[in-house]
């Protein structure tokens, strides 16, 4: 009970620092006391964001930003078995709420503020779910002022939280979709920094994904030159991580809503084609512009023949797969090889090339796939390079 006294909040960080402790034993200690504070929901829950508010240990708070997840929402309450938050009484939930904002406001490390982002976007997942928008109220205006904050921490925030909960909160603004169109479109401006820009393209398309008639999403179809001028951007900044995670987003549009990329299709392609092809470029991006490719070249059902009205493309995709081919080496271990299975290791490249030309040819069907194939692989066959010929 000392430990969970709100008038000595040393003692719990005390804990709480012991739970990263290097010593087995203090740290199989620390964890069975915690374990004891669990079993009161409303005065743990307190002790973790007055750790997470007010401590001086980053790394504390960062745990407590952790732990008051789990808490609240992962961890079954004693005696009903159902997540804590709902039975937490309503001031210790309004106290919560109110500082969960006031941390969104004033901290300034990012590791922290995405943890505490994690947090929020979860447990007012479940109040929406719920309640709907009623069961926080502050929250949704709180994010639409954040995001058009000048700080960049602010905006970020916002924006992660947004893409996180656009499951949740599409309903509530589907009145407010030039607002936010406005709002996201200025989050993604070259001017703005590039953990703004990738986080508003991801909430982007967790709106698009989110909204159920395509007279609703095409209203973001604006927004298409922007994410591939973000993307861009990352890649001739050398930004490889980011370009990456942009591209990670992109797929899955590609690959949920691939109707929605039809209008801005030769830009799209164009763009992901000279990434693919970009030999400066590490294989990673390269593998996930090819990914981007395929999954649309796939996608047959949501939006058939799409890939079959721009041929040149494919074209250049098919070349670059039989490009990736070349990625093996000439040594003794690939010799003695028996099999195409032996040689699944010869190279990264190699693998996505092999791979892709399987995909492609059963995705465009052998009327689109023949002829280029009869146009190329001859010239293969007729180089000196042995890669070529393999």
Request: glycine share 4%; proline share 4%; with cysteine.
């Amino acid at each position: 009970q000392t430990l969970l006294d709100t008038s000595n909040p040393a003692a719990f960080e005390l804990l709480i620092t012991t739970l990263t402790s290097p010593v087995n034993t203090e740290r199989d200690r620390a964890e069975q006391v915690y374990n004891e504070c669990k079993k009161h929901p409303p005065q743990c829950s307190t002790q973790l964001m007055q750790v997470l508010r007010h401590s001086a240990n980053v790394s504390a708070k960062g745990l407590c930003a952790v732990l008051l997840r789990k808490l609240l929402t992962k961890d079954a309450h004693a005696e009903t078995g159902e997540p804590c938050w709902p039975v937490l009484p309503e001031p210790t939930q309004a106290g919560l709420k109110a500082e969960f904002l006031n941390c969104l406001q004033n901290e300034t490390d990012r590791t922290i503020l995405k943890k505490v982002c994690d947090t929020v976007s979860e447990i007012a997942a479940g109040i929406f779910e719920t309640g709907g928008g009623a069961g926080w109220q502050e929250l949704l205006p709180f994010m639409f002022q954040s995001v058009q904050s000048a700080n960049d921490l602010h905006r970020e925030s916002a924006l992660l939280i947004f893409g996180q909960l656009a499951e949740h909160i599409a309903p509530m603004l589907q009145t407010h979709l030039a607002t936010l169109h406005q709002v996201l479109g200025q989050a993604m401006q070259a001017t703005v920094t590039f953990d703004v820009r990738i986080a508003a393209l991801k909430a982007t398309i967790n709106f698009i994904l989110c909204l159920e008639a395509d007279k609703q999403s095409d209203q973001f179809q604006s927004l298409v030159p922007v994410m591939l001028e973000t993307l861009g951007a990352a890649l001739n900044s050398s930004q490889e991580l980011q370009a990456q995670e942009v591209m990670e987003a992109l797929i899955e549009l590609a690959d949920n809503h691939p109707r929605f990329l039809r209008r801005q299709l030769e830009s799209v392609l164009n763009a992901m084609v000279m990434v693919a092809e970009a030999e400066h470029l590490e294989d990673a991006t390269r593998n996930y512009a090819i990914e981007f490719l395929l999954t649309l070249a796939e996608a047959r059902e949501k939006a058939p023949g799409m890939l079959r009205k721009c041929p040149h493309f494919v074209q250049r995709l098919f070349q670059c797969l039989l490009g990736f081919l070349l990625d093996i080496e000439d040594t003794p271990e690939w010799h003695a090889q028996d099999n195409d299975e032996d040689a699944e290791d010869d190279g990264g490249r190699y693998d996505v090339g092999q791979e892709g030309l399987d995909r492609i040819a059963i995705a465009m069907g052998g009327k689109t796939i023949l002829p280029l194939a009869s146009q190329m692989l001859p010239l293969f066959l007729n180089e000196k390079d042995w890669k070529k010929r393999h």
